[in-house]
């Protein structure tokens, strides 16, 4: 099966009138359908701008992308995007921010407004659809973000640190609900995350960047034989530690 993305040999370099700096160099690596994989590695190491080039922001100064079998610039791949921050408006309520990217794309219709409103309900934000999202708690803002995200039936979801402005509880919750969420859809899901757990707990496979100009150091396939393959499950299995380990190992092996 034609995996769903697949980069080949990607590089790229910022340039200012101070010089170039060197950011990515001959990254190759595919993700296939309903996979979760997680890209782990040294801050600054460019893994939020491999997210902006595999999303079209950026173009690689070398390398090519493959989307569902097709180059960039020949398919019509629908990305979803979930930011550090949940970007919803204050001025809207919890349902109209989950129509905003129907409203955009030109795609609102009442097809797609009971579509909305049926996420709403199955992830249990129903009763909230009226709210404003100062209402709502962190990890409820977050299952809003990613609820306006998959009503667009994204081919593959980009996660760039979506948990990273949450307090640890209501991260480790929020990372639990929507990890479960990703899979139960069987969406395509790549995260960036710069927590070792986190990575582990939801990933079917951990990518390992080096120091800037990052390249893969090492690829690390995630299993776990529990009853309920959950986040917070895996989090108290016995092979977490040892995949921690491996990681945590590898990123500072140079140390």
Not at 20 to 25: A, C, I, R
Not at 173 to 193: E, H, M, N, P, Y
Not at 201 to 215: E, Y
């Amino acid at each position: 099966m034609e995996p769903v993305l697949e980069l080949k040999n990607i590089s790229y370099a910022y340039h200012t009138l101070d010089g170039e700096t060197k950011t990515l160099t001959d990254i190759s690596f595919s993700v296939a359908s309903g996979e979760f994989v997680a890209i782990v590695g040294p801050s600054g190491c460019g893994k939020s701008t491999l997210l902006s080039i595999i999303s079209g922001l950026l173009e690689p100064e070398k390398g090519l992308i493959k989307m569902n079998g097709k180059y960039t610039g020949e398919n019509s791949m629908n990305i979803g995007y979930m930011l550090q921050h949940d970007y919803l408006f204050e001025w809207r309520t919890v349902y109209k921010n989950v129509l905003l990217g129907l409203e955009i794309q030109h795609m609102l219709s009442a097809k797609s407004r009971t579509k909305a409103m049926d996420l709403l309900e199955t992830y249990g934000l129903k009763q909230f659809a009226n709210s404003k999202p100062s209402e709502l708690s962190g990890g409820m803002r977050q299952r809003a973000a990613l609820i306006r995200t998959l009503v667009l039936d994204p081919d593959i979801l980009l996660l760039d640190e979506p948990f990273s402005s949450l307090d640890y509880q209501n991260r480790l919750f929020a990372a639990d609900d929507i990890g479960q969420i990703i899979r139960s859809t069987q969406k395509t899901a790549l995260l960036v995350t710069h927590d070792l757990s986190e990575a582990v707990s939801l990933a079917d496979r951990v990518i390992i960047l080096t120091n800037r100009p990052a390249s893969i150091s090492k690829i690390v396939p995630i299993t776990f034989d529990l009853e309920k393959d959950t986040p917070l499950h895996r989090r108290n299995a016995p092979e977490f530690k040892n995949y921690f380990n491996t990681i945590w190992e590898e990123l500072n092996q140079n140390e």
